[in-house]
């Protein structure tokens, strides 16, 4: 240990950096190593953690700016009202549990009285304590910021393409079997107040977006070492510093544990133990609806005949130099109202299932340190109330898969896409599905198991997905496992950065014969369907791809403008291509007006490609922005680093999207990946980024090169 230089030195706990900058703990007892993870987390990301519960209290007009998009970021944030009945969740903790959060504050606290980020004392921000109740805060960010940028945004693309005159056969096709209980008229009375999640909120570079993932477990009769391999590569938005994780490792006695947090949370959110490794994705599980409410004086329509009050919720947002903002909600069993109920009208309301959640995740979160076996592993994650996909293996040669999240019990016949009238008692839920009804394996047939944010549902006993991003990336990554034998440490590394497309191949069969006989067309006819950065193929490709998207489901369907609205300042056509290139792919649509799919494929081709190839990766430059001054200053002060040049696409399985939304840029990337294998006590990773928050650290961005070359580090106890 004398080799190391200590960020702490006490008798019952210790802390230092190995060569990585990563934070090793090492603690007396569990408790004390909380406390070390607590003092790291408000060292490295103190900037993070704050500004995440600036953000989530809705302050941000009060402590950092009062423009109009910030004061619709804290709207959207007192509208959710995640601060609410935290002490109720506090009191669900464990004691043990409860012990471990307070530890985990005292050590954040401990290193808050010593510094706290300059960037806050520039605000003239004095920031109080980490308190518990700021861990069930971000417990329920976390846990609802992918919803917040896919489900709530399609159901509401929905409410709108109905009030636009969408016809139903259109939105059968796009949305086949998710309609049912669709009141056409009613919702075309519908008084929209805003979307239900501001793109400001959506997007702002503070939040986590743990939206499009990939993850992997092998067993031991497939591996060169006869033990079972683990890989997780999370896609979230690449294009800020720091990165969303926060590397650490952990260790008490003989104990370890190895991987990634999230500053403000304690507990490993995905890595391994000695005895078992985990890695999450997102499910797209559907856990959030709307009910139409008929609203009159101030209160909604129940069993037809009887109008209830609604409760009132007054809030007053503060904001710097600029006289407050008094604003009032509206709730009921339904959730939040979108609008003003005294004024009558037709109205939605929503709720998400995990509102009045956070203890129970804390619970199991930290009793993964002690987990043994995938089958205690599933039990724990399983019981997690946000909404991911697990893949686990362990030291005795099992793996496994588990689903989590609280899925609403609807009536039989829908599906929580469509918005239904609220006063009829059968629209109600009935309570959540047991985790072990969701879709759950213990040591698959095929020796190995896949998810990347596809339909899962038939490993469950019902179906908690409605709408998937797609089955590309999980075809391929199954493709890659399947064909090869005594797979080993270095082919995962393959996987993760594999840039081959399968849903480029399933539009080339279609497309190649119909390319006309340019120089562009002769390009993309010898494409390999590879999405690498020098490819002039991969470009040609997406201006065809997109101009077909603009032509089906704009000059056709939705128009023009709202398409292209949809393509160039959305995430739609980004999480939910799927949907859309089940029309695209089909031989005939009533999207196509009565045109042949060859003929628009040929006349697309022929518009689209009268452009110059360039390279795939002129298209693909990124800049890595701070969370607070990114784009303020000067590139040289070093804020802000790039641009660098992101390989792949929407549906490989290494994701290179680059897009924007709410008229800025943003990423889907595997911003952490890492690998498990049970042959050794460690842990190989490389981050977009490196540990610390603070610029002018060495640590600032130092594993990002790592990153960019496919370079592992090796994370040990």
């Not at 213990?442 to 797609?470: R, Y």
């Not at 075809?475 to 840039?499: C, G, K, P, W």
Request: one cysteine or more; proline letters at 5%.
């Amino acid at each position: 240990m004398a080799k190391h230089r200590f960020l702490v030195n006490e008798p019952w706990v210790k802390i230092w950096r190995d060569e990585h900058g990563v934070p090793h703990v090492e603690g007396r007892d569990e408790i004390d190593l909380y406390w070390g993870l607590g003092y790291c987390h408000a060292k490295d990301r103190g900037l993070q953690m704050l500004l995440m519960r600036i953000l989530g209290r809705g302050q941000a007009s009060e402590h950092l700016e009062a423009s109009h998009a910030m004061l619709d970021i804290d709207l959207f944030f007192r509208r959710m009202n995640w601060g609410s009945d935290a002490a109720v969740e506090i009191d669900k903790l464990t004691p043990r549990a409860k012990e471990i959060c307070l530890s985990y504050c005292r050590g954040a606290n401990e290193y808050f009285t010593q510094k706290t980020p300059w960037e806050f004392k520039l605000l003239g921000y004095h920031p109080e304590p980490w308190r518990l109740e700021d861990i069930i805060l971000l417990s329920r960010m976390t846990g609802y910021l992918t919803l917040a940028q896919s489900q709530a945004e399609i159901e509401h693309l929905l409410v709108e393409m109905v009030q636009a005159g969408v016809s139903l056969a259109k939105l059968e096709e796009l949305f086949p079997g998710q309609l049912n209980g669709l009141e056409e008229d009613l919702i075309r009375n519908l008084r929209l107040g805003h979307r239900l999640v501001p793109a400001a909120v959506t997007w702002n570079v503070a939040l986590p977006k743990m939206m499009a993932s990939n993850n992997w477990v092998i067993a031991g009769s497939k591996t060169a070492s006869g033990k079972p391999i683990l890989a997780n590569d999370p896609h979230l938005e690449t294009n800020r510093l720091p990165n969303v994780w926060y590397e650490t490792v952990l260790t008490h006695g003989d104990r370890y544990a190895l991987g990634a947090t999230m500053p403000g949370l304690p507990g490993i959110l995905i890595g391994r133990t000695n005895d078992l490794a985990w890695g999450a994705t997102y499910t797209f599980m559907d856990a959030i609806d709307s009910w139409i409410e008929q609203c009159r004086d101030g209160r909604y329509l129940r069993n037809r005949n009887e109008w209830a009050p609604f409760r009132e919720r007054k809030e007053i947002i503060h904001r710097k130099k600029k006289t407050p903002v008094e604003v009032t909600f509206y709730e009921n069993e339904h959730g939040v109202l979108d609008g003003n109920p005294k004024q009558e009208g037709f109205y939605l309301a929503t709720r998400w299932s995990g509102s009045h959640t956070g203890a129970l995740s804390l619970n199991h979160s930290i009793e993964m340190w002690h987990a043994e076996s995938v089958a205690e592993g599933m039990d724990h994650l399983g019981k997690f109330e946000s909404a991911f996909n697990w893949v686990l293996a362990d030291r005795h040669g099992n793996i496994g898969y588990q689903m989590s999240g609280l899925m609403p019990k609807r009536r039989v016949g829908v599906s929580g896409l469509v918005p239904l009238p609220g006063w009829k008692p059968e629209n109600d839920w009935d309570g959540f599905v047991d985790y072990r009804d969701l879709p759950r394996c213990l040591n698959p047939e095929q020796g190995f198991f896949v998810t990347a944010n596809n339909d899962l549902n038939a490993w469950g006993k019902i179906k908690p997905i409605n709408i998937s991003m797609g089955p590309y990336r999980a075809e391929r990554i199954t493709e890659l496992i399947s064909q090869q034998a005594n797979l080993r440490l270095y082919d995962m590394m393959n996987i993760h950065f594999d840039v081959y497309s399968s849903q480029a191949e399933e539009f080339m069969r279609i497309l190649e014969p119909l390319l006309p006989n340019t120089a562009a067309g002769r390009i993309l006819a010898e494409w390999d369907c590879s999405y690498a950065k020098h490819s002039a193929a991969a470009y040609l490709f997406e201006q065809f791809y997109h101009r077909l998207l603009q032509t089906v489901f704009g000059r056709h369907g939705l128009g023009e403008e709202v398409t292209g609205f949809l393509a160039q300042e959305s995430g739609i056509f980004v999480d939910f291509y799927s949907n859309f290139d089940r029309i695209l792919l089909s031989e005939d649509s009533v999207w196509f007006a009565h045109e042949k799919r060859d003929d628009i494929f040929r006349r697309v081709a022929e518009e689209a490609l009268a452009v110059a190839p360039k390279p795939w990766g002129n298209m693909q430059k990124l800049t890595l922005r701070h969370l607070l001054l990114g784009g303020k200053l000067p590139k040289l002060a070093g804020f802000d680093r790039g641009p660098i040049t992101l390989a792949g696409g929407r549906a490989t399985p290494h994701q290179g999207q680059i897009y924007r939304s709410a008229g800025r840029v943003t990423s889907f990337a595997p911003s952490f990946r890492m690998i498990a294998d049970f042959a050794k006590d460690e842990l190989h990773t490389n981050l977009a980024g490196g540990p610390s928050d603070r610029r002018f650290s060495k640590w600032y961005c130092s594993d990002l090169k790592n990153w960019l070359e496919g370079k592992y580090k090796i994370l040990k106890p």
